[in-house]
């Protein structure tokens, strides 16, 4: 189509990154991709309100470059990549969960933990004898990799991770805005943030798995703070944050069908001009609401 | 000064008898007997380190005593009491929660209850009741982020009202408010232990923004104690026995202040740091 509209030049580059030529074909063959995409985006974009809620950004940047440690080491060792990323995702979110109840102590081991990780996943590609797209698709991410058995591995950890956190909902709002307060009622404050942190660990495999590790904070932070751009109901928020999620994934896997470039570019894109849309919304609204809490507020009593 | 809301021969809603705490070592308070009173305001006033947060996490089952018994409602105090409402200091205002004004106040009604709360009628009109008791209504829908401290502060007292409380905890709730303010939230809770008959623990290390509303003062100080009325309490002599060191005890223009205690530096001062909150 794109091709129609430019018919003498069409450069090199533009195909590389837009062919729809044999695009039926293409979508039949990718159907597991593209349920992977919208798998993960219903994951990224609910987990992604607690991440925003609990400050939890760069420990998510940390336990995604374990998951690529494990992943790597997985396929070194022949156990499995999904296997492999799951066991190191789990074990960064345990660590970054029991060491680092406050912000600063969490920071610093997260700091700790990423190059750590990051440097034993190279090691585990550099030894690894096979091709090396197979590589760079764990940092990178990869379409064409979702076999049936991996879609299914893919869609029962997105399972728990969905059932987990719609049990744990409530109570863990309620521990994320105000743990003491929570606390005082007799929440668990502190097993639901193991609770969590292991829900993340999951959610961080499931990502590194289709947008590689590099990448994994456009899926499990961009959407939702997105939403919290322009919108503060709980209701709205985690809608709005799955349908950017899945926007996103699915709209860059499409994207990306044709091209010969891995598909994160086209994931990160998109969730990013959709963060960028958000900003520029909210930027107005807080505008006209300043101007009207100026004339209602006035005579206010704290 | 007041009268206290109720008769003393009415049963105390919390009672201590002989509670000693000793933490890491550290015995901050011994053979204390307290009876708050349904509907009673008892201020907890002491130096630093005194004990007067550690007193409350007792109440609410997370601090076990040393020795000595704490009941409330003549049954022993246990964590997560839904009977027992909590205030604490002012500090919220987080950028990154889906949270607006009653949110807050419905995670008092049932965040504390597993899955997601799926909106109804009956949740809605609880809230409503809780805003309007508090008088948050109309800045209801506004996201917490946005709002002053006092106005947070309101919506915490609709949030701990929200279990029908029998006690209610609050731990410097007037923190980091301007003085309009403090007199907004000091009242707010004075009505409400009239109205619904509910006993205060209120944790201060300023008794004037309370002076007009509290029924008897809780004295710590360097392992001891004085409970009595705040002209029981707060005088010279008395509190100079207590710390065993010369205390002055100034009033001057309707304001209590307390001079010479060891943690001078902290002490009775007005801060005036939230500009949020003037208009």
Known sequence: MIAAVLPVATPDWWLQLFNFSDYGQLLVLLQNSILAGALLGVVGGLIGVFVMSRDLAFAVHGISELSFAGAAAGLLLGVGVVEGSIVGSIVAAALIGLL?????????????????????????????PGRTSNKFGLLTGQIVAVDDPKLTSLALISLIVVVGLLVVWRPLTFASVDANVAAARGVPVRALSLVFMLLLGLAVAVSVQVVGALLVLSVLVTPAAAALRISRSPIVVPVLSTVFAVVSLVGGILLALGSSVPISPYVTTISFLIYVVCRVASSRQARRASSRRRIVGSGEVG | ?????????????????????????????????????????????????????????????????????????????????????????????????????????????????????????AR????????????????????????????????????????????????????????????????????????????????????????????????????????????????????????????????????????????????????????????
């Not at chain 2, 009268?3 to 003393?8: E, G, H, V």
Request: some cysteine.
């Open chain 1, 100 to 128: 680092g109840s406050r912000a600063r102590d969490r920071n610093s081991i997260t700091a700790v933990l990423m190059p750590f990780g990051l440097g034993l996943g190279i090691l585990c590609l550099a030894l690894y």
């Open chain 2, 1 to 121: 000064m007041p009268a206290p809301a109720t008769t003393p021969t009415t049963a105390p809603v919390l009672s201590l008898r002989g509670a000693q705490l000793t933490l890491g070592g550290r015995t901050l308070w011994r053979d204390l007997d307290l009876d708050v009173a349904p509907g009673e305001f008892i201020a907890v006033l002491g130096a630093n380190g005194s004990g007067k947060t550690s007193l409350l996490k007792t109440v609410l089952g997370q601090h076990p005593l040393s020795a000595g018994t704490a009941t409330l409602l003549g049954e022993p105090v246990h964590h997560g009491d839904r009977r027992i409402g909590y205030v604490p200091q002012q500090r919220l205002a987080d950028e990154g929660a889906p949270m607006r004004g009653r949110d807050l106040v419905g995670l008092g009604v049932d965040g504390h209850r597993w899955g997601i709360a799926l909106p109804s009628r």
């Open chain 2, 124 to 279: 809605r009109a609880r809230i409503d009741e809780l805003l309007d008791a508090v008088g948050a209504r109309h800045y209801a829908n506004a996201p917490i982020s946005s709002l002053s401290g006092g106005e947070q502060q309101r919506l915490r007292i609709g949030q701990a009202l929200a279990g029908d409380p029998a006690l209610l905890l609050c731990d410097e709730p007037l923190l980091s408010l301007d003085l309009k303010a403090q007199g907004v939230v000091s009242r707010l809770i004075d009505e409400n232990r009239r109205a619904r008959g509910f006993g205060v623990l209120f944790v201060t290390h300023d008794i004037n923004p309370i002076l007009e509303v509290v029924d008897r003062v809780l004295y710590l100080a360097g392992r001891r104690f004085r409970i009595g009325t705040p002209d029981e309490v707060l005088r010279s002599d008395v509190l100079s026995e207590l710390y065993q060191s010369p205390v002055d005890v100034i009033r001057a223009r309707g304001r209590v202040v307390i001079v010479g205690t060891p943690d001078q530096s902290h002490a009775h001062g007005h801060e005036h740091d939230h500009s949020k909150d003037l208009p």
